[in-house]
């Protein structure tokens, strides 16, 4: 049912006239009982490490929802969803905030149009609260610690979600600004067992970071603000890095040099929502590998 109920809204949207990118397809059924594996009969891989809540799951709405992950302390996460979501199964865009920042951040991040268009899919935007104990930057793995607190959260929301509302496990994300670009890009590596495809405004790549599935060559597109660039890190040297690495790897990449140093490239908005929309997980290989569509910014190269 809630397969046929987006395909009715995508057929409604494309006669409304949505942005470049609004079309969405519901490739697989997010329920419990489909995720014991991937299915020769699906035309998308469908990911095989998908978590199980380990604490009590709050009821999904609107605003800020506390987690409780079997552990660790309890996490705050700001949740941005619809009534869509109880009758269609939408993306799930993870965002992690940049220091000194909070998860209303994403508003900005992602866009205020772009969290509208996830929402009438059924889909859910979840930007966690960092926990204070992980030091001088928000989240653990960016202050150089080994603890996975920041990533069972997401887990935990994940499962959580699946669990409550359902979404589409093959559109799972994760976008972020600065200290949360650098754990985007973690986060790529470490939950690659279930990620997409992802989007770091100034991240990158500072070390080497385990690969939890080294058979899903998800996508990354990857902003830096140029040589200007620089909060501790040279971050253009560190998405310089990210991008060798994935390309190394034969996975699709796009390096975005917007030019306007240290900041969140708001008019790549929409062209990060498209990416993710273009990479649900298993895409490869890209439709971008021959050439990037009109719509993406002139400033990135593939």
């Known amino acids: 049912m809630k397969r046929i109920l987006a395909a009715a809204l995508i057929s409604t949207l494309s006669a409304c006239g949505g942005e470049p990118g609004d079309e969405w397809s519901d490739t697989q059924d997010s329920h419990p009982e489909a ?20 604490g009590p799951c709050p009821e999904f709405q609107e605003g800020t929802l506390t987690f409780r992950p079997a552990g660790i302390p309890a996490r705050a996460v700001r949740i941005w969803m619809s009534d869509a979501a109880k009758t269609l199964d939408g993306p799930l865009v993870f965002y992690w905030h940049g220091t ?14 772009q969290i509208n268009a996830i929402k009438a899919l059924g889909g859910i935007v979840a930007a966690p609260a960092h926990d204070p104990s992980a030091g001088t930057f928000p989240w653990f793995y960016v202050s150089s610690t080994s603890r996975d607190d920041d990533f069972r959260v997401a887990d935990e929301v994940l499962a959580c979600a699946i669990q409550k509302v359902g979404i589409n496990v093959s559109r799972i994300h994760s976008m972020g600004m600065s200290a949360g670009g650098l754990n985007t890009t973690q986060m790529s590596y470490r939950r690659s067992g279930y990620i997409a495809s992802v989007a770091t405004y100034s991240g990158g790549r500072v070390s080497t970071i385990p690969t939890q599935d080294s058979s899903n060559k998800f996508a990354a597109m990857i902003f830096h603000g140029g040589a200007s660039d620089q909060v501790v890190i040279n971050f253009q040297t560190v998405s310089q890095n990210y991008y060798n690495d994935l390309k190394s790897k034969t996975q699709f990449a796009m390096l975005c040099n917007h030019g306007r140093g240290h900041t969140i490239p708001t008019d790549a908005r929409a062209a990060v929502w498209q990416f993710f929309q273009a990479h649900p997980f298993g895409t490869v290989p890209s439709p971008y590998a021959n050439g990037l569509p009109s719509t993406m910014p002139s400033y990135c190269q593939r």
């Open 35 to 54: 995720l014991s594996g991937t299915s020769a009969s699906l035309a998308q891989p469908s990911p095989t490490f998908i978590p199980k809540p380990t």
């Open 100 to 113: 000194g920042s909070q998860p209303t951040e994403a508003s900005t991040g992602i866009g205020t149009t």
